[in-house]
């Protein structure tokens, strides 16, 4: 069929009818090479003939002078590098339209174009306004509106004969508008990439006012109730195609088996093949649907960390009054905050058919590897300890010119969870949330900005693990959330993975007791000889004491500093994606000084501290 692809306007709010007279007039159909003029006007008979002959060329095998043939005005609009030929990307239409324009400019009446058209594309126009101009296209059966302003439709002013509408990236919040007086005849209708929203959209997906529907995209609008979708669409005798990916609804565990079991003679659901299998293996589930939680399910892993700079190694020497320095590590991610009920239903691991990835890295080159299984019990969840103190501590800049290894942490793995339960974590403590809202907000001026999570989510962080070449964070969480709408704006926006080295100072609260010596008088060589003694005595206890540290100490607040921070993206999860994988790398700490010291150190034994 004919269509039409007209150019952008810049004037915000405009009709669809201004769209299409201003694209008409961007092709200039009456202006050289086309349209009547100077260049070809004995070519047509005057216009004091009868009317009936007006439109017939005449038939001449000589050209006056300062006239073109037919055939050297076509070449004009042909040629790509003529000043007349039309924009790249133009449609084919737009190319028939300006040779008919050379081969017979007198039939381009308004009369013609509203009985020619059969397919309209006014993409990205800033049209707001569906206006009563579109009935006059009395054969069309295709409009595409998509990428504009529009927040309703006055569906009276949609012409009976269309078969095909899509609006894919407007602003409309409910399809109420369409439903006054629908197409009767339509059969596709993509309503993607909106701001649909509430339980009541699924009164108007029936075959009372869709009777002929085959083909249904209402992909990334904010849809939650998917209960109530399905009973509406249940409804729609020719329904073949659905897409829902995208939505709040298709966030929760058993989306597609309950589609699938109750849409029957669906074909196609998300782009994906509805097989028989599937068909088979969720066979039942409609029935269950009052009885299915309307929540998500993710699971966190976060595998094991390498390339950290052993920051002790820099270190002097603890001297008898301090400081003691001890340093941790540990990952942190922020998570969406369930609001509604009781935040989010944290602890627990899925029994049936989780999903799971283990990344890790190996030397010089990361990669990340699958596993299917994972241990039984959660660590705990542990908050960051805010700083009161000096939050980043530099380290000299002369240990970051070589580089050769880097901070590679393959740690962030979420998946969504397609069918399973919940069942009870472990034996260890329950994971605790960190109830930073308020107590982050009172320190943020001197919490670094990557250490607190943004509104509307919830800090987690792995166990504090001290340093080791390949620190092994072995985390695991399931988040079950309620709130879905939420939960889409924050996949969309994906999460924040840090690693943080936390140093902390101790200090002897009782200053150790300083050495006397006793004056005594004795013999020369027994002296020697005690002293000797006393001297290897005193040596071999001197290294047992390097190593212990006084009993009582006082500590000081820890300090923080971010050793590395990256988004991770989600949205593959929002499209039905069950797993994202991702190995974070950044960038490099580590220099070949570095760790020179810190072989040297290994080297001289566990007593060096």
Request: charged share 25%; with cysteine.
């Amino acid at each position: 069929c004919p269509g039409r692809d007209y150019a952008a306007m810049e004037k915000p709010g405009v009709t669809l009818s201004a769209a299409v007279q201003e694209h008409l007039r961007h092709l200039c159909l009456r202006e050289f090479p086309c349209g009547t003029g100077s260049w070809n006007k004995s070519r047509f008979l005057p216009r004091t003939w009868r009317t009936w002959r007006e439109l017939v060329p005449r038939e001449e095998e000589a050209v006056n002078p300062g006239e073109e043939t037919v055939e050297a005005l076509l070449d004009l609009v042909r040629s790509p590098h003529s000043p007349w030929a039309l924009l790249e990307g133009s449609s084919a239409e737009d190319r028939f339209l300006r040779e008919l324009a050379i081969q017979n400019p007198l039939v381009l009446k308004d009369t013609f174009f509203y009985s020619y058209f059969r397919s309209l594309r006014v993409v990205d126009k800033q049209v707001s306004l569906v206006d009563k101009g579109l009935l006059k296209f009395l054969k069309l059966e295709e409009l595409v509106l998509s990428a504009n302003q529009i927040k309703e439709i006055d569906a009276v002013n949609l012409p009976p004969t269309l078969k095909v509408l899509e609006l894919y990236g407007n602003k409309l919040s409910s399809m109420g508008c369409l439903c006054t007086r629908p197409p009767p005849r339509l059969q596709h209708l993509g309503l993607g990439q909106n701001k649909l929203l509430g339980p009541l959209e699924s009164l108007y997906v029936t075959a009372d006012h869709w009777p002929n529907l085959v083909s249904l995209d209402l992909s990334f609008n904010d849809l939650t109730d998917l209960q109530g979708m399905i009973a509406g669409l249940s409804t729609l005798p020719h329904l073949r195609l659905l897409v829902l990916q995208g939505n709040p609804l298709a966030l929760v565990p058993y989306y597609r088996g309950f589609t699938i079991d109750s849409l029957s003679q669906l074909c196609v659901l998300d782009d994906i093949t509805v097989s028989p299998s599937e068909k088979h293996q969720f066979r039942g589930l409609s029935h269950s649907g009052d009885l299915l939680a309307r929540e998500a399910q993710f699971v966190v892993t976060i595998g094991n960390v390498k390339g950290v700079l052993d920051t002790s190694i820099l270190d002097p020497e603890p001297g008898p009054q301090g400081p003691f320095i001890t340093y941790n590590y540990y990952v942190t991610y922020d998570f969406v905050e369930d609001e509604e009920g009781e935040a989010s239903d944290y602890g627990g691991v899925l029994a049936e058919t989780p999903v799971y990835a283990h990344a890790r890295c190996a030397q010089g080159e990361p990669y990340a590897q699958l596993s299917g299984r994972v241990s039984g019990s959660l660590p705990q969840i542990v908050k960051p300890s805010p700083s009161t103190e000096q939050l980043v501590e530099d380290i000299p800049e002369e240990l970051f010119e070589e580089a050769e290894d880097s901070v590679e942490s393959g740690l962030s793995t979420l998946s969504g969870e397609l069918e399973g339960s919940v069942a009870s974590g472990g034996s260890g403590s329950l994971p605790r949330v960190t109830d930073s809202a308020e107590e982050l907000a009172k320190l943020r001026p001197r919490i670094d900005p990557r250490l607190c999570p943004s509104p509307g989510t919830v800090l987690f962080s792995t166990v504090r693990k001290p340093w080791t070449d390949v620190i092994p964070c072995n985390y695991e969480m399931q988040h079950t959330l309620r709130d879905l709408v939420p939960l889409k704006a924050f996949l969309l926006a994906g999460t924040t993975v840090t690693i943080v080295e936390e140093k902390i100072l101790s200090w002897p609260l009782v200053p150790p007791p300083v050495d006397t010596v006793l004056p005594a008088k004795k013999g020369k060589g027994e002296k020697d000889k005690k002293d000797k003694k006393d001297k290897d005595k005193k040596g071999k206890e001197g290294k047992d004491k390097k190593k212990e540290l006084p009993k009582e100490l006082r500590q000081d607040p820890p300090i923080l500093r971010v050793l590395g921070s990256g988004l991770v993206a989600l949205e593959p999860l929002l499209v039905g994606e069950p797993l994202v994988s991702t190995v974070c790398n950044f960038g490099v700490i580590r220099t070949a000084e570095t760790d020179r010291l810190t072989f040297l150190r290994v080297q001289e034994g566990p007593q060096c501290q």
